[in-house]
């Protein structure tokens, strides 16, 4: 690889939330010809086809090679995601230290921030020189966790304003996606799945304990449920990025097909559902910016509601499967609206240079 000049930028995120914030980072900085890498992971090759600069941490492995590899190019600013465990990301933080280079971390959600900075003693050795927040609510629960003030800055998201900006300006020219032109009477039903059974399974626990479901007592409960409906009902399961589960097609019964699919564009999918059903994943705040009919199922939920899109009072949320069953019954009786510009003060036209600017 060439050096670059020493206005350098090096982008990096090694999750799938991390790398849908920075990739439109990139695009900027590749449409300004300023200079960068990115170092990802392979597992998320597939979306870095028309990005050159881009760096596998599969082929760095360590710490200590990466500090070796951050050495020889002379980069002036990180900018990185976050994960809730150790990763390259962080390890970038404490290296930039080490040489004097200017960091920023770019938040992907309104909660667990503090766990995106510890180490494992739970202290705070990862802090960038900012934290770059979605908006003041967001930047109000991360110094709430105990994230020094001085350093959140809200900048609004990356993510979130670049799927706004593809909604609004292609809405009415949207394709729907080749799978669900086979399905053309049926009712279209998405279920975001999550990695909650590896997250917080009875055995792992990696990021908490057991929170009452998961994505499999959910997937059930909703076949369940649907199955004495006698609409013709195509339920896609879209799985989450880092899913290790295998694509497939189930007959539930005779009016119910069951489609679990990982590659989609999601907006489209979005958009041509009748219904988008989640836990707390981000996507539900993706379906509830474009207006569509959009619910929090977390059955038995022991814990804090951490959903976002229920927090920011866009969907309701039910957490008992009687209630979420009238209310399916009901709920083509329900309208929503798309929430109004107030309610999306983290859609920033200029996000991108209020990160570059920190």
């Known amino acids: 690889m060439e050096t670059f000049g020493i206005n350098n930028i090096l982008l990096c995120a090694t999750d799938a939330a991390g790398v849908n914030n920075l990739l439109p980072v990139a695009f900027f900085l590749d449409t300004h010809q300023i200079p ?20 596998f941490w599969e082929n760095i492995e360590t710490a200590e090679n990466l500090e070796e590899w ?11 995601g976050t994960t809730s465990y150790l990763s390259p990301d962080r ?33 705070l050795v990862y802090l960038p020189d ?11 629960e991360a110094i709430r966790e105990g994230i020094p003030a ?15 900006q593809n909604f609004q300006k292609h809405k009415n020219t949207l394709l729907k996606p080749y799978i669900l032109e086979k399905y053309p009477k049926y009712q279209i039903i998405t279920f975001l ?9 009875n055995e792992n626990q990696r990021l ?44 539930v019964n005779e009016n119910i097909t069951l489609l679990t699919i990982k590659y989609i564009d999601l907006l489209q999918l979005l958009y041509f559902s009748d219904l988008v059903i989640g836990m707390r994943s981000i996507a539900l705040l993706q379906s509830a910016m ?9 059955p038995n939920l022991r814990f804090e509601n951490l959903c976002t899109a229920v927090k920011l009072d866009l969907i309701p949320c039910f957490t008992e499967k009687k209630e979420f069953e009238n209310w399916f019954s009901n709920h083509q009786n329900f309208t929503f609206l798309p929430p109004s510009s107030t309610q999306l003060d983290f859609v920033k036209e200029n996000c991108i240079e209020n990160i570059l600017n920190l």
């Open 36 to 55: 960068y890498f990115f170092l990802t992971k392979k597992n998320y090759e597939y979306k870095f086809s028309n990005l050159e600069k881009t760096v």
């Open 130 to 140: 900012f934290v770059a927040c979605l908006n003041a609510q967001a930047r109000q």
């Open 70 to 80: 951050v050495k020889k190019y002379p980069f002036s600013k990180i900018i990185v």
């Open 91 to 123: 390890f970038l933080i404490t290296i930039a230290k080490d040489h004097n280079i200017k960091t920023v971390a770019v938040l992907d959600e309104w909660y667990n921030h503090r766990m995106r900075f510890e180490d494992e003693k739970y202290e």
């Open 193 to 201: 799945s999550e990695e909650f059974r590896a997250d917080y399974g």
């Open 150 to 164: 001085e350093i959140c800055q809200v900048t609004g998201n990356p993510a979130l304003t670049t799927f706004y």
């Open 208 to 251: 908490g304990e057991y929170q009452g479901y998961d994505e499999v007592s959910v997937l059930e409960d909703l076949k369940e449920i649907l199955a004495k409906n006698n609409q013709k009902i195509l339920l896609i399961e879209k799985l989450h990025p880092s899913s290790q589960y295998l694509e497939q097609q189930i007959t």
């Open 290 to 298: 474009i207006g569509k009919k959009t619910v929090s199922y977390q």
